[in-house]
């Protein structure tokens, strides 16, 4: 699908996603069930390697999640998939994404949507909102789902079975914006405070603008005219 064929519906943030479940046949399911447990008992946990400067917090990335997530599922003989995700317009407009996991072996499988919000932002495309949205969706749908224990970096470093198993060989590190080009502390502590008098979702803006981890200042200023535009409205709906 184009971007000239996505039309954006009216967008509008809420506090907090909406897990939807549907109604399932009433059939045990325990070879899926057993090997649920082994995915969840393969995620000891994921460091978090990422910052929220807005919230001052610290927290695992969306890639962090997934990675964890998808060796757990392998580990357990499980396929994890997006299957579909429908766009609900309405006073508030919310993506449903449907997940699927399917024990390969029996191919039992469990049917599980999961909504979360759209939020609007002017001069960002629509395809850009909807896949922060669907990606913020995933993230939490599996933090959930696996029971994933989110841990302090330095605490999971030192942990012993958390091995460092790199090699020379190992493709480098994506290449960091310059330190120049990240936001500064000034305009860090102007969204805190916004978001304070908005009352806007930390999460919420990270999913549309992305993580504040490498914010530059060309992002920063987008993200404080966004909140300054919210309260001119009131703050959020």
């Known amino acids: 699908m184009s971007d000239s064929t996505l039309d954006s519906p009216p967008l509008m943030m809420v506090d907090k996603p909406v897990l939807k479940v549907m109604p399932f046949d009433n059939l045990a399911k325990p070879k899926l069930e057993a090997a649920i447990l082994i995915a969840q008992a393969e995620i000891k946990g ?41 766009i609900k317009p309405g006073q508030t407009t919310w993506v449903e994404a449907v997940f699927v996991i399917v024990h390969a072996e029996s191919m039992e499988r469990l049917i599980a949507p999961y909504s979360w919000p759209l939020v609007t932002q002017e001069k960002k495309p629509f395809d850009k909102i909807l896949g922060g949205a669907l990606t913020t969706a995933t993230r939490y749908f599996l933090r959930g789902f696996l029971s994933i224990p989110q841990i302090e970096a330095e605490e999971m470093h030192a942990r ?78």
């Open 46 to 86: 994921v460091g978090k390697e990422s910052r929220n400067e807005y919230a001052k917090y610290n927290y695992a990335s969306s890639d962090q999640i997934l990675a964890a997530s998808r060796a757990a599922f392998l580990k357990a003989g499980l396929s994890f998939r997006m299957e579909t995700f429908s």
């Open 160 to 237: 012993p079975d958390n091995r460092d198993d790199s090699s020379p060989d190992d493709p480098p590190p994506p290449e960091q914006p310059d330190q120049n080009d990240l936001a500064t502390k000034e305009q860090f502590q102007m969204i805190g405070h916004l978001i304070r008098t908005t009352g806007a979702v930390p999460a919420a803006i990270e999913a549309s603008f992305g993580p504040s981890e490498g914010l530059t200042v060309e992002a920063a200023n987008r993200v404080i005219q966004y909140l300054n535009n919210l309260k001119g409205k009131g703050g959020k709906k």
